[in-house]
């Protein structure tokens, strides 16, 4: 399995795609993830790529797994990805 692309590398071939300075490239990655901070309250779309939607995840009864008592799991909010349909093609081929 190949390495991950740090933010680093991730900049550097940003800017030499597009003629930048990788000072540059990381600027862009710096305000694309202000963007999704930004935004990611109602969602926060990346063309061709997915979507960050916020979801409520309900109340629950968990388990302690040591005592096997019931633990009460209290509502929260997380963020999910969706990934758009072109990207799940380009991992994982076309179905």
């Known amino acids: 399995m190949a390495k991950a692309l740090s933010k680093a590398k991730l900049a550097a071939e940003l800017a030499a795609r ?54 009460p799991i209290p509502a929260k909010k997380v963020v999910k990805f969706r990934a758009a349909k072109a990207f799940k093609e380009s991992m994982l081929g076309a179905r």
């Open 18 to 71: 597009n003629g930048l300075t990788k000072k540059a490239g990381a600027e862009i990655l710096d305000t694309l993830a202000a963007l999704a901070y930004k935004h990611t309250k109602n969602s926060f779309t990346l063309p061709g790529i997915g979507k960050f939607v916020p979801v409520i995840r309900k109340a629950r009864i968990g388990r302690n797994p040591k005592t096997s008592q019931p633990v």
